[in-house]
């Protein structure tokens, strides 16, 4: 396969009946990694564009990377009811099941590497390892400001706030982004569990957080406070472009190969 070129995608049914756009890449009898993205991106965006898809291929790796709901080419529910935690792990789940695959590591990135604590902890059995990238303790998202952001999608109106203002503008950088999804996104997962050292999943986590990353030293003692925790500084990187750095690839990488 041109790794240029990400396959296909299939859709997968989610068990509320939205659709989940896969793609698959590598060889099936390979160990598979499933990568699951950040807010506002996509799997092709977050992981075949960066050229994670393709170093782990390189490695020996079978991956399935997910658009999650509200992204890439699924489907963009408008309610925030349809993106509540336990829908976003049941989502995972769901893509697992409709591949036969019963063990995977995990990779993912802010948002997906929340599903990922989420996930790792109800499909203990099935989740062996994973990788968490950009994620700190708590919920960064009690700040965004629901209202301005529907505000200023309908209307115009200008964001005061600096987060809601950031988060908007990571929307609209991805052509093809539904702004009232990704908004109905952030509302739908308020008040939902959150990653902290009394939930920790028991397997082996990489933590990674860029070096300019402002959650950096958050993202540090939750690695810290995990039980097979341990932490990856992306050297240089912030919060929006460590998925593209070779040093956080390699390091994965390693962490991916390593046993117990």
Not at 167 to 191: H, I
Request: charged fraction near 20%; hydrophobic fraction near 40%; proline fraction near 6%.
């Amino acid at each position: 396969m041109n790794t240029r070129t990400a396959p296909a995608h299939r859709f997968v049914y989610s068990a509320d009946g939205v659709n989940l756009a896969t793609y698959e890449f590598g060889d099936p009898s390979d160990p598979t990694v499933l990568a699951v993205h950040g807010f506002a991106s996509s799997a092709v965006a977050n992981w075949h564009a960066t050229g994670w898809t393709r170093d782990l291929l390189r490695a020996g790796f079978h991956v399935i990377a997910i658009d999650q709901r509200g992204h890439g080419l699924s489907d963009k529910p408008h309610s925030p009811s349809a993106y509540t935690m336990d829908t976003l792990v049941a989502d995972v789940q769901q893509v697992l099941d409709a591949y036969l695959l019963d063990e995977v590591a995990y990779a993912g990135y802010s948002l997906g590497a929340r599903v990922g604590w989420q996930t790792a902890r109800e499909l203990e059995g099935r989740v062996t390892r994973a990788i968490l990238g950009g994620i700190p303790d708590g919920d960064p998202l009690t700040r965004f400001q629901v209202a301005d952001a529907r505000a200023h999608i309908e209307h115009g109106t200008e964001v005061g706030d600096r987060l809601t203002g950031a988060y908007l503008t990571m929307a609209k950088a991805l052509p093809g982004n539904d702004l009232e999804a990704l908004v109905a996104l952030v509302e739908g997962m308020r008040d939902g569990p959150q990653p902290g050292p009394d939930n920790a999943p028991s397997q082996p986590l990489l933590f990674a957080t860029g070096s300019e990353d402002r959650i950096l030293e958050a993202s540090r003692a939750l690695a810290e406070a995990t039980p097979a925790g341990s932490f990856f500084e992306i050297p240089g990187r912030n919060h929006f472009n460590a998925p593209t750095s070779r040093a956080f690839r390699d390091a994965a990488i390693a962490f991916l190969g390593t046993t117990g």
